[in-house]
């Protein structure tokens, strides 16, 4: 796409069908090269698809998963385990149970922490142990948001609790049911997620044309988190109702 640096690719995908498969071949070749990756792994709709594709190969033999490590990239906070907003609870699910990552190979938040600040200490302290993030694997909020690295978000803002903006709050609301979502929240901060030796942004729906576009073309700023993304090693994969005439 003319006007990107080098380090930034696009990739089109006919559908979320397509997108799912191409994200999955992305982290299959990254999981090839490095087999203990460590994987920073959002929840939410789009990246869905790419988990249940890796889950499939994993099945039929032609993933190698034992010794993939994954961190968890956010959490509510005010939430138990068992609580159907958990997305420790909705990762678990999803991705790291149907890929058998032991809790040896898992680094996570607790919505329950009783301190939450020592909680984000200790999750940057476990993905310095190992040896930084390989690969981030995110979805692109309403927002522009990263996790939940809400706007402002400098590129050093660190893993840390925060309140969730009005923005942030009607985009999840959908997810549960009617039940009111929790208005604070921890995420890997943006020092971890720019540090990523690969970023995989993923992006699928009409809705979020427009701040893909303002994350792919506008002036790189903290207003709009995703586009400090142009400054890592990163790989677009949006569907075509996302990327539209882009």
Known sequence: MRGLPENVQVIVARDAKDLAS???????????????????????NTPMGTYAELEARHEAGTL??????VAQLDEYLGVSDDDPRSLYRWLESSLTRPLGVTTER??????????????????????AR???????????GPNGHL?????????????RALDLTPASLESNAPYWNGLAVPRRAVTAG??????????????????KREILRRALLEPP??????SLLRGANLTVIADRAAWGEL
């Open 22 to 44: 191409r994200a999955a071949d992305e982290i299959a070749l990254e999981m090839t090269l490095k087999p203990n990756l460590c994987l920073l792994a959002a929840t939410g």
């Open 64 to 69: 190698e998963v034992s010794n993939l490590r």
């Open 106 to 127: 898992l680094l996570r938040f607790h919505g329950n922490a009783a301190d939450p600040d020592a909680d984000c200490r200790e999750f940057d302290a476990g993905i």
């Open 130 to 140: 190992w040896g930084g993030v390989d690969l981030a694997v995110l979805g692109l």
């Open 147 to 159: 996790g939940f690295n809400e706007p402002p978000s400098p590129p050093d803002a660190p893993t």
């Open 190 to 207: 943006m020092n971890l997620i720019l540090g990523s030796k690969r970023v995989l942004l993923l992006v699928s729906g009409e809705r």
């Open 221 to 226: 700023t903290p207003d709009v988190p995703a």
